[in-house]
C-alpha cells in the first residue's frame, strides 16, 4: 500500500509542476511585453523635447500640435514628415561626352 501512495504522491507532484511551469512561462512572456513597452516609454518621454529642438530647427517654427508620444514611431513621425518634404533639385543636363579624336587628324 505504500509503494501505491508513493506513486500517486509522485504523479501529482509531476502534474502540479509542468503547471507551474507552463504558468511561469505564459507570465515571463507577459512580464517581459511590459517591461519592454515601459522602457520605450521611458526612452521616447526622455527624447521628445530634444526632437522637438530638432523639428523647430529643421522648419524654422515651433510644431503646431501637442506632441506628447507614447512609441518610437510617434517619436519619429514629425522628423520623417519634414525630411520626406525635401526634395533633390534637379541637376542640369549633362554636357555630351567628350569624342576621341583619331591619330593623324591635325587638331
Not at 517581459?32 to 526622455?46: F, G, H, I, N, Q
Amino acid at each position: 500500500m505504500k509503494d501505491r501512495t508513493l506513486v500517486f504522491f509522485s504523479l501529482i507532484l509531476s502534474v502540479v509542476t509542468l503547471g507551474y511551469a507552463a504558468w511561469i512561462h505564459q507570465n515571463a512572456g507577459r512580464a517581459a511585453k511590459e517591461a519592454l513597452r515601459l522602457r520605450e516609454l521611458e526612452l521616447v518621454t526622455a527624447y521628445a523635447p530634444k526632437m522637438m529642438e530638432i523639428h523647430a530647427g529643421m522648419t524654422g517654427s515651433p510644431m503646431a500640435t501637442p506632441y506628447h508620444p507614447q512609441t518610437i514611431e510617434e517619436l519619429l513621425q514629425p522628423l520623417c514628415e519634414v525630411i520626406s518634404k525635401f526634395t533633390v533639385p534637379e541637376l542640369p543636363d549633362a554636357p555630351p561626352p567628350l569624342q576621341r579624336i583619331p591619330d593623324g587628324v591635325p587638331r
